[in-house]
């Protein structure tokens, strides 16, 4: 290993301590959840911010099963092929959103390149079924590209889901490393889509990982090109390292480097920011949809 990257299990810096999760609505959720054979991403990825949100009713589930047809080298979800195929999911999802009693449920998945409708009919499902089994919750959708085709994209659109949040990641240089059999540009043009296709009637949000080698130029540059695609919410934060198989943290950025991150950004027109080192894709999701659509949380 290069001495330009931080060795594995070293130490981190003192910003990423969080007190561990433990309120009452907290505990009570995760009985919820725990035995109902659905994945939230909030619990299987570690998240650092996991009490916060289900304590204000915002949690992320992961539909389609947990195989991906890609290897991002940053990602800590299997990777193989996938054999899910539950039809009763949406109900499920749906179900544990109305038993949870969220304000804000984001609906994620795994890329299923190998489905003929790449998985874009499982979302149509468990947008449907959440507006008709716990109307007060706001639905936001975090999918994959789609491979850049306009049906899968447009058959999601067409159900109005609240906010259309696509993940590009990391600046373009890095797409080779970081996300091979992904497109930075055809990222941007499914974002660009999404706000054609939805109007005003949909928010879309993109994110982006800092920590694998990128500058805070590339950082900039690449927030440009997500205003010039329609992108209207933004969030930044801190790559962490799975595993020792994972991509290597080449430096941690300081909250300091966030708040002036963030500061750029909302200069350059974004109409919600969130960046810090423990920002993740779903953090504050309910505050950054009532700011990006003027209303109040």
């Known amino acids: 290993m290069g001495d330009d990257v931080r060795p594995y299990g070293e130490r981190k810096p003192p910003w990423f301590k969080v007190k561990a999760p433990g309120s009452p609505k907290y505990l009570e959720l995760k009985k919820k959840i725990d035995g109902a054979s659905l994945h939230t991403v909030c619990e299987e990825a570690a998240c650092p911010n996991i009490g916060e949100c289900w304590q204000s009713g915002t949690a992320t589930f992961m539909i389609l ?46 890329d299923r390149d190998d489905l003929p409708d790449l998985g874009s009919t499982a979302f149509v499902g468990v ?7 716990a109307p007060g919750c706001k639905v936001e959708v975090l999918t994959p590209d789609f ?26 240089r890095l797409y080779p490393l970081a996300r091979r059999g992904s497109s930075f540009l055809r990222s941007c043009r499914v ?6 296709m939805g109007g005003d009637g949909v928010v879309t949000k993109s994110g982006l990982m800092t920590g694998l080698g990128e500058t805070k130029e590339e950082l900039l540059d690449t927030f440009g090109v ?46 919600s920011v969130a960046a810090g080192p ?20």
């Not at 099963?65 to 039809?87: A, E, Q, S």
């Not at 504050?284 to 109040?296: D, K, N, R």
Request: aromatic residues 6%; charged residues 25%; positive net charge.
């Open 226 to 271: 997500l205003r010039a695609h329609g992108v209207q919410v933004l969030t930044v934060g801190q790559y962490l390292r799975p595993t020792q198989n994972h991509l290597p943290v080449v430096r941690y950025w300081h909250p300091d480097e966030f708040a002036e991150l963030e500061r750029e950004a909302y200069a350059m027109g974004f109409e």
């Open 127 to 133: 947008i449907r079924s959440i507006r008709k089994m």
């Open 191 to 196: 974002l660009e889509n999404a706000k054609e």
């Open 65 to 110: 099963g947990d195989t991906c047809t890609r290897r991002c080298g940053f990602c800590n979800v299997k990777t193989g092929k996938p054999t899910h195929n539950d039809p009763l999911e949406p109900l499920r999802v749906a179900q544990k959103v109305k038993e949870m009693g969220l304000r804000h449920a984001v609906i994620t998945s795994v």
């Open 278 to 297: 423990l920002v993740r894709s779903s953090y504050h999701a309910e505050q950054t949809l009532a700011q990006a659509s003027g209303t109040t949380a």
């Open 147 to 172: 491979r850049g085709q306009e049906m899968p994209l447009a058959r999601v659109i067409a159900e109005r889901p609240d906010v259309f949040n696509h993940n590009v990641e990391t600046v373009p």
